[in-house]
């Protein structure tokens, strides 16, 4: 599709909305990717200290509190930690 859309003769107005999608598809898909990669890396330094954004282990502890919360239906959900019952 994008060699026809660089010839003379272009594409359809009908590619060009397949086009449209398949381009928005693949953003999602993309940023989708990258969010997994992001929420599941950790930030060491060069003496192996954990530097991680706060923002970045907040959204990575979110992230597992939906995970469990999804496994196990939201029932019967046990905080070990008290901090953790507040955000729910």
Do not use: C, W
Request: glycine fraction near 4%; charged fraction near 40%; charge should be positive.
């Amino acid at each position: 599709m994008a060699r026809k859309a660089k010839t003379a003769d272009g594409l359809t107005e009908t590619e060009k909305i397949e086009q449209k999608e398949l381009r928005q598809q693949y953003l999602r898909s993309f940023r989708s990717s990258f969010d997994d990669i992001l929420l599941n890396s950790k930030v060491v330094d060069p003496k192996g200290n954990d530097i991680t954004p706060k923002k970045l282990v907040e959204a990575q502890k979110d992230k597992r509190r939906t995970d469990v919360k999804n496994i196990l239906g939201g029932k019967n959900v046990v905080h070990l930690h008290p901090e953790d019952a507040d955000k729910k």
